[in-house]
């Protein structure tokens, strides 16, 4: 059987006290794990823990600033889901360099607004860091031996869709995955270029024989979806149910 422990990513079962059950490999890497989920949490943040994190909610996505080995201060996306009395936690780290490049983006625009000349001085630096940006905001992440996930994050505009697929592509050919979860609970909007694009690349790895599955939609991106009808592929609504769903087929093969 596959475990929830060997997943890439931090994972915790919790119970309705949120004691820790169980963890994965990774979240042991990341946090210092005690008896109880709530020790992982900010203070600021404990009270978001007790509102949202029970039964009562039987799957929700929240943030929460949690303690880490390496920061006291860092913001993960964490995706509940509730069986019974017992909680399945999957904790995403929000990339913080995505933030840290937004802001000298900013910064960037600010400065070569004021003289031509700084405008081409800063030309360069400003394409690469849009560029790493863009590169930032669809990693590519091994989930097991065939299957990856792609968590999106910002707004999806064409071009940016065009840096991120290259190395989607390479990873898939690379890797010979056969499943592909593309993640999209940190997207804002979504251009009607940047949904052909996603079509396009959708296309292209169905053809590499590779399966593509949409996790985490809005209610106003299903809308959009099926009025341009550019993205055809299966979609669920929670990334854990998507990956407990792969895993029992990958045990009943």
């Known amino acids: 059987m596959v475990s929830g422990k060997f997943l890439p990513l931090p994972y915790f079962l919790l119970d309705e006290e949120l004691a820790i059950l169980d963890y994965s490999r990774s979240a042991s890497d990341i946090f210092l794990i005690g008896d109880n989920f709530i020790t992982l949490v900010d203070e600021e943040s404990r009270q978001k823990v007790s509102q949202y994190i029970q039964p009562d909610f039987s799957e929700i996505e929240i943030e929460l600033n949690m303690k880490t080995k390496y920061d ?24 913080k360099e ?38 930032l905001s669809g990693p590519f992440i091994p989930l097991y031996a065939e299957a990856g996930l792609v968590p999106l994050f ?36 979504i251009t009607d270029e940047g949904k052909k694009q996603l079509g396009q690349l959708f296309e292209t790895i169905q053809l590499m024989g590779t399966k593509t599955m949409i996790v985490g939609l809005s209610p106003s991106q299903v809308r959009g979806f099926k009025s341009k009808g550019t993205v055809k592929a299966p979609s ?18």
């Open 236 to 253: 669920m609504a929670s990334l854990k149910q998507a990956i407990s769903e792969y895993i029992k087929k990958q045990n009943h093969k």
């Open 72 to 95: 006291p201060l860092a913001v993960f996306g964490i995706s509940v889901k509730w069986e019974g009395n017992k909680a399945h936690i999957l904790c995403v780290e929000k990339t």
């Open 154 to 189: 910002g707004d999806l505009q064409a071009d940016k869709l065009r840096v991120i697929e290259e190395n989607i592509l390479y990873r898939i050919d690379e890797g010979d995955y056969e499943q592909v979860f593309f993640d999209f609970h940190a997207v804002g909007e």
């Open 98 to 135: 995505v933030d840290n490049l937004s802001g000298q983006l900013i910064k960037l625009r600010s400065r070569l607004s004021d003289t031509d000349f700084e405008l081409l001085e800063k030309k360069e630096e400003l394409e690469d860091a849009i560029e790493r940006i863009h590169k």
